[in-house]
């Protein structure tokens, strides 16, 4: 077992220099930065901001298109046509998932990011091979991050036949969550949706993560529905509706009885901050009690060609978005792709606290706004207390993964 030693001199949220102890990878003491030449095995974190590290609390591996040459993007408009065309582009792919997602995750961690919720597709048309490839790139990199899986009938749940049994031996197989997709938009039948989800979660003892892209009154109408489903199911608490634009589309007054339901039933809501569409508004919402978090969905695949991987950049875009420049709006953003995340997952062992796991991003700034400002490259990511990547890279000693 590794002895105790100490990471020094590091400034937690940018506050006093202080030094934490690693005690068998987890969080020790803590006291203020000591003028003394460092111990064996001690970590010198040379002043920098420290923070916990990032939370991509919504993304979709299995779909990437990293690390092969660029593809021009050819989907549709609308949602069914993007659906469609991605099932073409993903029949057609001849590199495997292992080492597309294997290299996109490679690029998260070395950014920053040491929890991640992932949604796999349960389509009949993949097959469970493709489940498989996600539960094995999971445990292949086991070491180096926490990912949580939520089985997601993209193509369709009700109307798509073998996609509720591919759910089920997913969740069977240790997948964490029951996804769903636009209850009305997708499959026409919100009721017949909702409770094929919601029955799988009790029956396994899960949580629920639904895809909710229905704009306006439509919307709404349909997380009305969640929040009966939630408290019907006794699911409080582990619920997480992602997107939901439709809570950007409205007046406040005619969202904020629906706020209270969300916040009464702890259901959690992530955004990735597009510019293009109403967004949930986070201002009010996190007042209303609701906690709001953030993912890149998509990265660069058949969806967009966006998005990097990089949690501090999708940060600086919900601080965009909402023009937040003060240093208390600038934290709130940060949060919102730190501590809200795990929040949102239920990921009680996450923080700076003792006992917590000894997880950090040291970065080069005098105050998390700078950090989000700046956004540099410059990065040290460290896992049980370890040093598991610098500079936006992994360790070499760590690239020759089993």
Known sequence: MQHP????????YG???EDIEIVAGRIGARRPAANLPLADGDLDGGGQLLTPPLVEAHTHLD???WSLPWQPHSAADNLRARIDNERRILREQTVPIAERAGALLEHCIGKGTQLLRCHVDADPELGWSHIEA?????ERYAELVDIELVTFPQA???TRPGAAALMRQALQAGVEVVGGLDPCGIDGDPVAQLTQVFELAAEFDRGVDIHLHDGGELGLWQIARICDFTEQYRRQGRVMLSHAFC???LPWPKVAPLAARLAANGISIVT???ADIGVPPFAELTAAGVTVCLGSDGIRDAWSPMGNGDMLERVMLQAYRFYERTDAGLRAAFDAGTVNG???MGWADYGLEQGKPAHFLLLPAETVGEAIALRPPQRTVIRHGRVIARDGKLLESLLALP
Do not use: H, Q, S
């Not at 996600?134 to 999971?138: E, N």
């Open 5 to 12: 030693f100490w990471l020094r001199n590091v400034r937690p």
């Open 15 to 17: 506050g006093v220099a």
């Open 63 to 65: 779909k990437t298109l």
């Open 134 to 138: 996600m539960l094995a790139l999971r």
């Open 156 to 158: 369709g749940l009700v």
């Open 247 to 249: 809570l950007g589309m």
């Open 272 to 274: 990735t901050a597009p």
């Open 342 to 344: 795990a929040r949102a």
